[in-house]
Nanobody, 135 residues
Framework: EVQLVESGGGSVQAGGSLRLSCTAS????????MGWYRQGPGNECELVST???????YYADSVKGRFTLSQDNTKNAAYLQMNSLKPEDTAVYYC?????????????????????????????WGRGIPVAVSS
């Protein structure tokens, strides 16, 4: 059974740091398209960071310079180091893998909750882990 499990979330004051981990079992998590998403209160699903097929790493503008994506293929794990956290980073964070562009294209240009987007775009995704940043 394929599983993605997030850990490392919690509550932190603004300016603090957290390191999220995503551990994959049942498949190799080093395929391109494994990334981190988040959904804040009242917001739609947002891509935070992912490894592109060309070897580059994408970061949302709102997290550039503060968040760092990394992977440990020996552990089938992906990490999101989050520094200089802001209250607007408060959200449930998800990792997702096995990106399926043929069906993900249906969501192109649309904003929707992660629970609606993930089945269209990924083969696997975690349950999410909350991050709360207080001012």
């Amino acid at each position: 059974e394929v599983q993605l499990v997030e850990s490392g979330g919690g509550s932190v004051q603004a300016g603090g740091s957290l390191r999220l981990s995503c551990t994959a079992s049942g498949f190799t998590g080093d395929d391109a398209g494994m990334g981190w998403y988040r959904q804040g209160p009242g917001n739609e699903c947002e891509l935070v960071s992912t490894n592109n097929t060309d070897g580059t790493t994408y970061y949302a503008d709102s997290v550039k310079g503060r968040f760092t994506l990394s992977q440990d293929n020996t552990k089938n794990a992906a990490y999101l180091q989050m520094n200089s956290l802001k209250p607007e980073d408060t959200a449930v964070y998800y990792c997702a893998g096995d990106f399926r562009p043929a069906t993900a294209i249906q969501a192109l240009g649309q904003m929707m909750p992660c629970a609606q987007y993930f089945p269209m775009a990924f083969g696997y995704w975690g349950r999410g882990i909350p991050v709360a940043v207080s001012s």
